[in-house]
């Protein structure tokens, strides 16, 4: 009887494969698909859902205006657990700078540089780099092909050294605006889907190499030659935040971070991650939090030291005693313990951009559900608009400005010394419990 109901159930196993997953009629869903099995993001944290109290810990008086409190739920995500530091945004750099000369050695007729055509027969930039073929710098043909392409002129060289030139390092690529289609479609009440996909995409194109000069014009009279100098290239600062990265150029590396994970995922055939980008100001301030809801810093408070009188963050302590907290400038990322998170640095070193358009009355009548003022300002807009929030203040700032809930901004196209960034990924799911 058993040897009968083992055939049995092996028949309609087979059927039911044989049918194409119809189910026999019974409705079992799509068949054989990928296994999704979250892990954090390397280098990242997991933060659970929840809901706090967005905006000041305690009353605010002279900034009543733009610190307005407000109860805020918000999604899962993994958070970067520093600040991206000198060394990782270089890794941008350098493929920005390597793409550049796979594509002008290609073109100029060096074998294995380019792939010439997709299956479609269309030239496609970057996917038409073969990233296998190891570009020879010191070949002397190769360096005659690129030195009018890629390094500064001889009339710009400094003792006559060659280097390359930085203004080329040029990332393109494409922005779906799926806020304006859901906008469009909303309006016109059209569910056809007949509407053509390209009025909602759009290219950005820009210079993504730091402006390594902030360091001098942030300030006058005040002597930063060696970190204009070195700042960004000695391998002295590598773990270092890295800063004069206008919030262009951070969201267009959280473009390129989120290309270069995909792509070796769908290489190995597995599930995509979605996109990195930066946070908005209530998931980062959540995050800041770590967990201690109405807190006025990371830690806790309401003080900015420890029962052993140290203090707890980079920034500007006392009557202006920048080194009375261990760092003159910005330090080493995870130099101070990090916050119930796990997150390094929420407080202090570096400012970090947001997502988010910066308006004062923002709290007013931004959603109470993952909470994202979010406007994209064109050239020709008013400056007011191209504003975008920062959050944590830095090696600069007094201790106000280092609070969870204190808001700021800067210019969006502006680079700044005391400005840096981390990113966000969504988590897929209500948490992680759920997966295991």
Known sequence: MNMKKIILLSSIVALLSACGGSGNGELIGVQNRAIWNPTDPYGMVFIPQGSFNMGPSDQDVPFANVSQAKTVSVGAFYMDETEITNNEYRQFTSWVRDSLAHIILGEAGIEGHLIEEDKFGNFIDPARINWSTRIRWDDQEVREILEEEMYLPEHERLDGRREFDTRKYIYKYQVLDINAAAVKSKREGDATGKRDRSEFLSTVELNIFPDTLTWTHDYSYSFNDPYTKGYFFHPAFDDYPVVGVNWKQATAFSNWRTKMMNSFLRKIKQPTLPEFRLPTESEWEYASRGGLDASPYPWGGPYT????????????????????????????????????????????????????????????????????????????????????????????????????????????????????????????????????
């Not at 004062?360 to 994202?372: G, K, L, T, V």
């Not at 929030?389 to 400005?401: E, L, N, V």
């Open 305 to 436: 030291r420890n029962i052993k009188g140290c203090f707890l963050a980079n920034f500007k302590p006392l009557r202006g005693n920048y080194v009375a907290d261990g760092g003159l400038k910005t330090i080493k990322t995870a130099s101070y313990n990090p916050n119930g998170y796990g997150l390094y640095d929420m407080s202090g070193n570096v400012s970090e951009w947001t997502s988010n358009a910066y308006d004062e009355s923002a709290f007013s009548y931004s959603h109470d559900m993952n909470m994202d003022r979010h406007y994209n300002a064109e050239e020709d807009d008013h400056a007011v608009l191209k504003r975008k929030s920062i959050r944590g203040g830095s090696w600069k700032d007094i201790a106000y400005f280092i609070q969870n809930g204190t808001r700021t901004f800067e210019y969006q196209d502006t680079a700044k010394s005391y400005v840096g960034f981390r990113n966000v990924v969504d988590f897929l799911g209500r948490d992680k419990k759920d997966f295991q």
